[in-house]
């Protein structure tokens, strides 16, 4: 039986084709990662809602709390 010589250019067409599938995939993995992060920040932002609305201290005082807090950190 004789060996099939593979050329050049069919390594270079199968390392392309080999590119695009990681690249496809990688785009596929960063938008699922960019939904989730999405995700998990609607759910931080809604938590943050509740725990304010169910609480008695105004805006003003929140703000007031977590910039001295930022502060005392520098």
Known sequence: MA???ITLEEKIEKAQAAVLAAKNKYD???DELEKLVTKRKQLED???????????KTADEIIEFIRSGAQKKE
Do not use: F, I, Q
């Open 28 to 30: 596929a993995a960063l």
């Open 3 to 5: 060996r099939r010589v």
């Open 46 to 56: 809604k938590k943050l809602l509740e725990a304010y609305h169910a609480g008695d």
